[in-house]
């Protein structure tokens, strides 16, 4: 099963029609987002092309194929807009053998892991930094921020793809 999983869209319509494009080009089955859909934060500044009224058609017109989890931006009122469900903070997907917690990161994350096994995988947001780093036999993997990334990590998105996961950029 390929997984196109990403985080922090932050209503950026610019970045979430390119974010679409990878999946499509990449033929993933299911889009992960990991929270911070609509709403940019206070303390983020606002991403290129902010029109989150933009970004709910975009996201509506694959409803079937998203599993989002809340992220701390995510609220009751986009549940109202949103036609798949984006309240609940953990999901956690079972794909080519391999254990996936998926949360937004503000919680759970490397330094405050989740109950899992060794060998499960944590992929998590928030930070808008990329990572993937062991910790305590659990792989935490971090896409970055689709809208606005830090620390130079550029904006992007984790392809899981038979077992294995890859950082890729968006063009």
């Known amino acids: 099963m390929k997984i196109l999983i990403a985080s922090d869209i932050h209503g950026s319509a610019y970045y979430c029609k390119k974010l679409l494009d990878a999946y499509r080009a990449e033929g993933a089955e ?6 911070d859909v609509l709403y940019h934060g206070p303390r983020n500044d606002l991403p290129e092309e902010y029109a989150p009224k933009s970004v709910i ?3 509506n017109a694959l409803k079937n194929e998203i599993i989002c989890v809340r992220g701390n931006c995510d609220t009751e009122v986009d549940q109202m807009v949103l036609e798949f469900p984006i309240m609940s ?12 917690y998926a949360t ?34 659990v792989r935490c993997l971090n896409p970055g921020s ?3 990334p830090k620390q130079n990590t550029g904006h992007g998105y984790i392809l899981f793809d038979g077992g294995e996961f890859t950082r890729k950029l968006l063009d």
């Open 30 to 35: 299911m889009l992960l987002l990991l929270g």
């Open 89 to 100: 903070q953990n999901a956690v997907i079972f794909a080519d053998g391999v254990k996936i």
């Open 104 to 137: 937004h990161g503000h919680k759970f994350n490397k330094d405050n892991l989740p109950p899992l096994s060794e060998g499960d995988v944590l992929v998590y947001g928030h930070t808008h930094v990329a990572l993937d780093e062991v910790v305590a036999g």
């Open 146 to 148: 689709v809208s606005i």
């Open 57 to 59: 058609p975009m996201l």
